[in-house]
T-cell receptor, first 115, second 116 residues
Framework: AQSVTQLDSQVPVFEEAPVELRCNYSSSVSVYLFWYVQYPNQGLQLLLKYLSGSTLVESINGFEAEFNKSQTSFHLRKPSVHISDTAEYFCAVRLFSGGYNKLIFGAGTRLAVHP | DTEVTQTPKHLVMGMTNKKSLKCEQHMGHRAMYWYKQKAKKPPELMFVYSYEKLSINESVPSRFSPECPNSSLLNLHLHALQPEDSALYLC???????????????FGPGTRLTVL
């Protein structure tokens, strides 16, 4: 069965410091991976995705993630964070089951950026 | 444009009330989803509609009744809810299954539901 593990429930970091949010998955089939961000009192926004091709994917606001098949990981990184990056981050894997696509989410990582 | 809209933003209802949540997308997507999210938890899938037909019901209680009037609209009818049903209800849409590996879900801002 496919599953997603986000190893850190909370990550505190100072502004302008680098950050890595960890995500590991388990899957025996083709993998499609996503990072979503949820700002306080808002819905989920797609941050970036890996569907195929280059294993390094980037978002427009400076985040990047690398698909590592051998380590079954899809960690999210940013070289310098801002206060505005404070949010909940969810890693997800897409599962094709019963003829339909479903997202399997990790438990989430709360990124808290301090001044 | 990857916008999914939801109304209302907030809803407070009693256990005997009947209310509805609305979701709309104009991206031509053929799959639409309802999720329930409790505080500090990931979203939990409730229903999936594909080409306006209910495809997945994740064993949701009958007090939640989904409806897909057309390919752009998705409703969630609520009746006789319990206080533990209080949560953020998220709608999402995607191109739909069978479109290769590009199927990606886009979420709305959610409706914050409080059941008294």
């Amino acid at each position: 069965a496919q599953s997603v593990t986000q190893l850190d429930s909370q990550v505190p970091v100072f502004e302008e410091a680098p950050v890595e949010l960890r995500c590991n998955y388990s899957s025996s089939v083709s993998v499609y991976l996503f990072w979503y961000v949820q700002y306080p009192n808002q819905g989920l926004q797609l941050l970036l995705k890996y569907l195929s091709g280059s294993t390094l994917v980037e978002s427009i606001n400076g985040f990047e993630a690398e698909f590592n098949k051998s380590q079954t990981s899809f960690h999210l990184r940013k070289p310098s964070v801002h206060i505005s990056d404070t949010a909940e981050y969810f890693c997800a894997v897409r599962l094709f089951s019963g003829g339909y696509n479903k997202l399997i989410f990790g438990a989430g990582t709360r990124l808290a950026v301090h001044p | 444009d990857t916008e999914v809209t939801q109304t209302p933003k907030h809803l407070v209802m009693g256990m005997t009330n009947k209310k509805s949540l609305k979701c709309e997308q104009h991206m031509g997507h053929r799959a639409m989803y309802w999720y329930k999210q409790k505080a500090k938890k990931p979203p939990e899938l409730m229903f999936v509609y594909s080409y306006e037909k209910l495809s997945i019901n994740e064993s949701v209680p009958s007090r939640f009744s989904p409806e897909c009037p057309n390919s752009s609209l998705l409703n969630l009818h609520l009746h006789a809810l319990q206080p533990e049903d209080s949560a953020l209800y998220l709608c999402a849409s995607s191109q739909g299954s069978g479109v290769g590996n590009t199927d990606t879900q886009y979420f709305g801002p959610g409706t914050r539901l409080t059941v008294l």
